[in-house]
């Protein structure tokens, strides 16, 4: 059997807690061989747009996102290549100038808004969970989260939420839940949830004889 590395796709709504599960997950696997890709460094490059379109731009519609990049991506990371991972910049709303090399590893954790939208991405996933949060607490972490790590007002964090995200959230993120296979409620603290994906992502990796 060809060894081909394990992809887990980690989606949910904005400030749910998949990237606490992520690095959980990830820290689980640290001594083994483990990546993280995250959908916001796929956001499509906006340099060539003003500040206040890059403002006004919709984020959360699954067109802001490069897939045909991340698909590419993790295509090569399947078949063990090294790939050159954008930089996302939230407080400039578009790509950075930098990229970073990312080395194959024999466990992918993808995680993202919109990972489960596209057909393309959710074949290329062993395992597809879906973090839960009801929407009251995800605005409180994002409001918290935006404000302190990605350059942002009160009043823009508002404006963007009931403008756009929430309605985004409604049409295309909650909708993809019926892919997942399991559906974590809470996210990081959900211990029995995280202790079972590890124990699932061992047993799938002594299958593929990659432990
Ligand atoms: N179970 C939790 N309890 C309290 N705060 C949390 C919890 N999970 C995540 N957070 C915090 O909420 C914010 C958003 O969480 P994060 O995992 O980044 O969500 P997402 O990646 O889904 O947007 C972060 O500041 C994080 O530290
Ligand atoms: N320039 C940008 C790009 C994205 N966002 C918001 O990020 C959210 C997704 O990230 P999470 O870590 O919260 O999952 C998404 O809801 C976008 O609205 C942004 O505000 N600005």
Known sequence: MTKKPVVI????????????????????????????????????DQSHKTMDERIKTNYDHPLAFDNDLLIEHLEQLLIYQT???????????????ESVYVKPKD?????????????RLRDLMDIKLFVDTDA????IRRLVRDIEERGRTLESVIEQ????????????????????????????????????MVTKIRTILEEKEIL
């Open 107 to 119: 466990v992918i954790i993808l995680e993202g808004i919109l990972i489960l939208e596209d057909k």
């Open 9 to 44: 796709g980690v989606a949910g709504g904005t400030g749910s807690g998949k990237t606490t599960v992520a690095r959980e997950l990830y820290q689980q696997f640290i001594e083994k061989s483990i990546l993280m890709i995250e959908q916001d460094a796929y956001y499509k």
């Open 161 to 196: 939420y009931t403008s756009i995200v929430r309605p985004m959230h409604l049409q295309f993120i909650e909708p993809t839940k019926r892919y997942a296979d399991i559906i974590i409620p809470e996210g990081g603290q959900n211990r029995v949830a995280i202790d079972l």
């Open 83 to 97: 790939i050159e991972k954008p930089i996302y910049d939230y407080s400039n709303h578009t790509r950075a100038k």
């Open 136 to 139: 009251d607490i995800r605005i």
